[in-house]
């Protein structure tokens, strides 16, 4: 897909969530996960590792300096949902609520075919640098409620992208920001299908 807003392009956060490590059950197994996450209120501190306050299970492939916070466009959680049911998950019938994907950021305004590895987020007091897709795992089925999640997730570029921490500071739900272009040589959704496709096949 090729971008369809130029650089300069500005967006909203939403909401801010949050999460502990807790127990999930996994093809059978006992896991523990951080991926279901709560909205909070009020403002709350962002450091080089992410938000004050959340944890992640596994720091191998969540975490750490480049994948600090994990942001979503919050237009695709309509489209989530109707793909549970799609997909036989009857049970699933409330609406998903933001941070179900594990997203700390929920956004409007930006979608991954418009951002590239390197662009930056800048809220002011606040700069957060694209570093990659969120690439999905068999957590996110177990959570999705159907087997297909993962594959849905790159077939439709809808998986939200990770962040560094360029600049601390504090973020609130209802702030705007702007993007500023990086090199702009890949963008998020091409990012995804290159590295994930041939582990889904």
Known sequence: MQPTSPPGFSGTLLTIQIGQV??????????????????????????????????????????GLSKAVYALPSEHLTWWQAQRQTRGATMFEEALAPGHLGENLSLHGVLEQDL????????????????????????????????QAAKDMVQSGRCGFYLAVDQAGRLQAGAAFQIISGPRSVNVVQALQHKA???LR
Not at 26 to 48: H, L, W
Request: hydrophobic letters at 40%; one cysteine or more; proline letters at 5%.
């Open 22 to 63: 807790r127990p999930l059950r996994v093809g059978g197994r006992n896991m523990v996960s951080a991926i279901g996450k709560t909205t909070v209120s009020g403002p709350i501190d962002v450091g080089i590792l992410g938000l004050a306050g959340d944890e992640q299970a596994d720091l191998s492939v969540h975490g």
């Open 116 to 147: 590239f590895v390197g662009d930056r987020l800048d809220f002011g007091g606040v700069v957060l640098r694209v570093t990659q897709p969120r690439e999905p795992c068999g957590k996110f089925n177990a959570v999705m409620g159907y087997a």
């Open 197 to 199: 496709w041939k582990h």
